[in-house]
């Protein structure tokens, strides 16, 4: 039970995040674009982008994520799921 309340919190905090995204775009203070991503293919994450600065940002979130996801998977298996 509390694992589909957090599922369900996780997407409309999720959906809220898209819908102030799309309605405030975030402003460049420069006239240089900055571009960065990742693919994460299972554990191993790939990170591109042509700003250092926001390349380690991307990195970093991106482990975040990993952990999120794994933390939620171990919860989930030792609750029996």
Excluded: C, D, Q, R
Excluded at 26 to 49: C, H, M, T
């Amino acid at each position: 039970m509390e694992l589909t309340l957090l599922g369900v919190l996780l997407i409309v905090v999720g959906l809220v995040m898209i819908v102030l995204a799309l309605i405030k775009p975030i402003k460049v203070k420069s006239s240089e674009s900055s571009v960065a991503g990742i693919i994460l293919i299972g554990p191993i994450p790939i990170v591109f982008g042509k700003n250092v600065k926001v390349t380690w940002l991307i990195l970093l979130a991106g482990m975040a994520l990993l952990m999120t996801i794994s933390m939620l998977i171990l919860v989930g298996a030792l609750h029996g799921g």
